[in-house]
């Protein structure tokens, strides 16, 4: 069993930033990957970006590449995802989730099968 935890969300300006954190506990050295999710109000969700656990490798949508920036420190069994220049858009509830699976850059939600309660983030004009 794996559990996850995501903080940091809040509001901000457009063009602002924000840093959610993922804090991974229980059988943390099952995780092969994991990513970062977000739905807003009457959509689905959606993938944003995701990590290879063991070397690194990073996987963006093409939303939202240039402007976040997903890592993680092992050591701490938590993941990251820097926000920067941040759109209305970009409000949703944003997810956490990891992944026993070698899924390679995938950022189908179905690759995944455990989930974080979700962080709210909004983005005013």
């Known amino acids: 069993q794996v559990q996850l935890v995501e903080s940091g969300g809040g509001s901000v300006q457009a063009g602002g930033s924000l840093r959610l954190s993922c804090a991974a506990s229980?059988?943390?050295?099952?995780?092969?990957?994991m990513g970062w999710f977000r739905q807003a109000p009457g959509k689905e969700r959606e993938g944003v970006a995701a990590?290879?656990?063991?070397?690194?490798?990073?996987y963006y949508d093409g939303s939202v590449k240039g402007r976040f920036t997903i890592s993680r420190d092992n050591a701490k069994n938590t993941v990251y995802l820097e926000m920067d220049s941040l759109d209305p858009e970009d409000t949703a509830i944003y997810y956490c989730?990891?992944?026993?699976?070698?899924?390679?850059?995938?950022?189908?939600?179905?690759?995944?099968?455990?989930w974080g309660q979700g962080t709210q983030v909004t983005v005013s004009s």
């Open positions: 990590i290879d656990i063991g070397d690194g490798k990073t």
């Open positions: 229980g059988d943390t050295n099952s995780i092969e990957y």
């Open positions: 989730a990891a992944t026993p699976r070698w899924v390679d850059s995938s950022l189908d939600q179905y690759d995944y099968n455990h």
